[in-house]
């Protein structure tokens, strides 16, 4: 593992980690979403019939998961690449794309993206959650699913020489199912053989992010090199948010730019205002978890593109930095959030 060791990997190579720059740790630029469609309600008010209009923008925003076009990433190559140069322009440097198979990764699309913009892309290995894997992958071994993971990283993938260069983000529910738990393994002993990142989407539950630990760490794996995604939406009560943040992964903070008043995947959950995130990231900094804290946007349906009214991916270099340095985040802990931790994570050991 000589050649990927101190070494970041993306769609067109090795990078060096210091050439990273500021650092999304959780963006989709292509992908597909159908299997978490939920249809609408039929007191909604609402058909999910030609949605993209300006008078149906916020019943868009509201049920973004109730109109099936939205759904389909896949289907706005030209707009991420349009949003991916704004990116540069605002001083962003990297993206980590955390599509895995069973929401249609497109590791060519990915590799023309990352040609055209500058920004350098980093591509996800490994599976999303129960409902995306298919009869064929479920009959596989634990053994057999990490031989895939590690042939992703090492030559390519879905039939491509385009590299993966961080697993996942590996899916889980809540239970976490048995089809689940052989994915985590598989990722754990890959990640054992290659030293590389790993990134999670837990459970929607508040027991979910300590029970993958849990199951990784049992699987030889490095929670120091993994990323927690989705923390906004699952951990919110202080006290329990620090008892995880001991179990040493990273924190990611990454549904900035979403704010709902029902979050349709469970509804006993408040869905948090971007400034309710930032409050809870100065309370971690202020913890001393500053050099454990990544942020995103996760950007994976059509209605968040600037094209159609939404935020896009320059969201947080544009509107939340300034924020976050008014409530006491200083530059160097903002620099240590988008910079240094990304690279520290993203790198082979």
Not at 131 to 157: N, Q
């Amino acid at each position: 593992m000589t050649e990927l060791s101190g070494k970041v990997q993306t769609v067109l190579g090795l990078l060096d980690p210091d050439q990273l720059g500021r650092t999304m740790t959780h963006e989709h630029l292509t992908m597909t979403f159908e299997c978490c469609y939920v249809p609408p309600p039929p007191e909604n008010g609402q058909t999910d019939k030609n949605p993209f209009q300006l008078c149906h923008g916020h019943w868009l925003r509201q049920n973004p998961y109730s109109c099936l076009e939205n759904l389909f990433l896949c289907q706005e190559t030209e707009a991420v690449r349009d949003e991916l140069l704004a990116y540069r322009k605002a001083g962003g440097g990297s993206v980590v794309e955390n599509t895995t198979t069973g929401i249609d990764r497109d590791m060519s699309t990915l590799r023309r993206l990352a040609k055209e913009t500058g920004v350098n892309i980093v591509a996800g290995a490994g599976y999303y959650v129960d409902c995306t894997h298919s009869d064929d992958m479920r009959k596989m071994s634990v053994e057999k699913l990490t031989d895939v993971i590690v042939g992703e990283v090492l030559y390519g993938a879905d039939g491509t020489d385009v590299r993966c260069g961080v697993i996942g983000e590996i899916g889980t529910g809540w239970p976490i199912t048995d089809s689940e738990r052989k994915v985590l393994r598989a990722a754990a002993h890959a990640q054992a053989q290659l030293g590389c990142p790993v990134i999670i989407h837990p459970g929607r539950n508040v027991a979910a992010p300590a029970e993958v630990v849990r199951i990784l760490q049992e699987a030889g794996g490095d929670i120091c090199k993994t990323v927690m995604s989705h923390l906004d939406r699952t951990i919110f009560n202080h006290a329990e948010l620090l008892d995880f943040a001991e179990m040493g992964s990273y924190l990611e903070y990454d549904l900035f730019g979403i704010e709902t008043l029902n979050y349709v995947f469970n509804m006993d959950v408040d869905m948090p205002s971007d400034s309710q995130r930032i409050n809870t990231l100065a309370f971690l900094v202020k913890e001393g978890y500053e050099d454990k804290i990544v942020i995103a946007h996760d950007i994976h349906t059509k209605d968040r593109l600037c094209k159609y009214g939404g935020h896009g991916y320059s969201h947080i270099l544009r509107n939340i930095v300034p924020k976050m340095l008014k409530r006491g985040i200083s530059q160097m802990q903002v620099d240590k959030i988008l910079i240094d931790n990304p690279k520290r994570w993203l790198t082979f050991k």
